[in-house]
């Protein structure tokens, strides 16, 4: 199973861009990349995914790097609800499982 | 509202003691999954469906069992119930295995 590298933690202070690195340098050609978040107390929730192609929605962005071993989640302005865990998965192509690592713990500060 | 459904919220047992979580989704989904997470390793898959009456192994299924006799209800039974499935438990819904999934509020279980 390929697996996703994040550091374990990042802080931004409100209403400032994050970027949210992950490194998958051994995704194959058609895994996608998911991310997720749990806040805190609560399930993993969707944010975003994409294959090739950067990704936008009402949540945040998605920039794919042109070889797809990396890739990275945007939050344009981060807001104290932003604060999560954020998970970069890899939907394996084959079996289409979501294969979590332990993600990135995002703090997000007043 | 859509939601997935888990019950209990919290669940503390003794070693031995059958027990039941059961899990339902309100969106007509086709495939639910369990997942435990634990400190350091992340959400691993336990057992997963298809659709009704099928259900497949995860990465983790020793010690557990699920049913999935109606599309809503997606229930896992440990029937004999050890410390090391002290966990953190989640259910998760989605349209097909391809799709976005939609995760419960989580069921935090204590086996002493």
């Known amino acids: 199973d390929a697996k996703t590298t994040q550091p374990n933690s990042m802080e931004s202070n409100e209403e400032e861009p994050v970027h949210l690195p992950c490194n998958h340098s051994?995704?194959?050609?058609?895994?996608?990349i998911h991310w997720y978040r749990q806040l805190p107390s609560q399930g993993p929730e969707y944010v975003i995914h994409?294959?090739?192609s950067n990704v936008n929605n009402r949540m945040a962005s998605l920039a794919i790097a042109e070889d797809r071993k990396s890739s990275t989640l945007i939050l344009h302005r981060a807001t104290l609800r932003d604060a999560a865990v954020y998970y970069c998965?890899?939907?394996?192509?084959?079996?289409?499982?979501?294969?979590f690592g332990t993600g990135t713990r995002l703090q997000v500060f007043p | 509202e859509a939601q997935v459904t888990q019950n209990p919220r919290y669940l503390i047992t003794v070693t031995g003691k059958k027990l039941t979580v059961t899990c339902s989704q309100n969106?007509?989904?086709?495939?639910m999954s369990w997942y435990r997470q634990d400190p350091g390793l992340g959400l691993r898959q336990i057992y997963y469906?298809?659709?009704?009456?099928?259900?497949d192994k995860g990465d983790v299924p020793e010690g557990y069992k699920v049913s999935r006799k109606e599309k809503r209800n997606f229930p896992l039974i440990l029937e004999s119930p050890s410390p090391n499935q002290t966990s953190l438990y989640f259910c998760?819904?989605?349209?097909?295995?391809?799709?976005?999934?939609?995760f419960g509020a989580g069921t935090r279980l204590s086996v002493l």
């Open positions: 994409g294959l090739t």
């Open positions: 969106m007509n989904h086709e495939y």
């Open positions: 998965i890899l939907r394996d192509a084959a079996t289409d499982k979501l294969i």
């Open positions: 051994t995704i194959s050609g058609t895994d996608y």
């Open positions: 998760a819904s989605s349209w097909s295995s391809k799709n976005i999934q939609y």
């Open positions: 469906s298809m659709n009704v009456e099928v259900t």
